[in-house]
């Protein structure tokens, strides 16, 4: 007896409170084959990043891997190999970040600020930069 036929026998049998029937509904809802989203295997996903390019990557930069992964439609580690097919070797997003927190801190200098402006421009302009 499957959980779908147990639940589906519970509610017939109405040993469940209306309450706990609405509960079981939502989790019938909730893990139902059409509610579950199929992550396409490896080699799909690889095809799904084929046409990915550095200069595609650039405007990401400033968001987190797993985030950027997701709206590609592919996991972090797929994601993660064609990056470094591409030359990135580490994702920039922490030191960008890291970065600009130094920029914003109010004992920053003129000139450390125009240095580390230059430095961000430079990690989002060329892959050597982003290479570990």
Known sequence: MTWQMSVDTFIRNKSLTSQSVFT???LQK???AQARRKMPTNQEQLAILAELTFDVLRPYF??????VA???GVCATVF????????????PFRKIRSLRRSIAKPNCTAAERR???EQIESIHDEA????A
């Open 115 to 117: 240095i580390m402006e």
């Open 30 to 32: 909730l893990f139902s």
């Open 70 to 72: 997701v709206e590609f």
């Open 80 to 91: 993660k190999k064609r990056c470094r097919d591409l030359g990135v070797k580490r994702w």
């Open 128 to 131: 050597s930069h982003v290479a």
């Open 62 to 67: 400033y968001c987190p891997l797993s985030k």
């Open 24 to 26: 079981v509904k939502l």
